[in-house]
């Protein structure tokens, strides 16, 4: 485990206006003060992201909430004794204490509590809210492990601080409380059933892309893609993708789930077994392994969209942008 003395540090770094890398249970995170202008606007120009994708604000109490937020109604009360600490993020009206640089000028903040004992030390030891975009560049897989994080960003930031595997692997569910009707704005492991069972009541809508992409502005870039070219490949397909792909003049990459793929001629090859959700653990950390090989194209195999399977192909589907 983490040597304690490097969080007082680590606080130190950010009460001054620096930039820490920290783990959460979700991915990597490029932390600073929510109330340091000046730091939060290093880390829109480390990642190259674009100033209207607004930060996730990450706090360690309900107090830090109350201060940025104007109004915590019921549902979202229920939401948060619920799933805090936890991979929910929650998009509330903003107060006037979180300033227009962390929110892209929305009126709304989007808030969570990281449910990871590195994290949430290094906010109680700052004593103040930490805004954090996963630690990779603008449209790149987000980091799960120390070795991407040290490739992603190299000696950009002030400090790293190593926690070893991200449990989930990928980015948080983000959920808009902010209007009459909640609408999941992003998925993750918190599954939209998961939050129904919490907030009975209220329909939850499932908007379209189009309506994600204005009230998230973050969700219209291009994401989590690596430097090769994505090929979904549903589980009972294999074969044929195989016969397809394996004497083309490509160099090619498998990562493969329920299915143990038998071809380990390929450039790379990597097999994550068991459950969906140990398959979105890997899945980002594979992208980024297999970018080392200097593959052309990775076969990626599909799984159901049910549960934690709605935000892998997600994200999958996102990765496949990329234009190669
Ligand atoms: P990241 O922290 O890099 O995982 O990205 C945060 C995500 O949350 C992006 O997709 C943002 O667009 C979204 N987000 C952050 N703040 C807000 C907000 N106030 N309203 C809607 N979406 C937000
Ligand atoms: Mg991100």
Redesign the pocket.
Known sequence: MLDTSLIGKASDILRNGGIVVFPTET?Y?IGASAYNDKAIRRIFSIKS?PHN????VHVSTLEQVNLITTNIPKPVKNLMATFWPGPL?I?LP?SSRISHLV??N?T???VRMPDHPIASMLIRSLGEPIA???A?RSGRP?PTNIEHVRRELGEDVDMVLDGGMCRIGL??T?I?M?TDIPCI??SGAITKNMIQSTIGQITLHNPSHEIIES?????QYRHYAPNFRIIPVPPNTWVQTMHKWRNSNKHIGILCHQTAVKDESVSFYRHIPGTHEEYAKGLFAAFLDAETEHIDILLVETVPEQGVGIAIMDRIRRAQTYDK
């Not at 009230?215 to 969700?219: A, L, T, V």
């Open positions: 991915v995170g992201r994708n607004p930060l996730i993020t998009i903003r929110t892209g929305l709304t903040v989007a954090a975009p996963s990779n987000s980015e948080s983000v808009d902010s704005l992003r009230k998230s502005p973050g969700m």
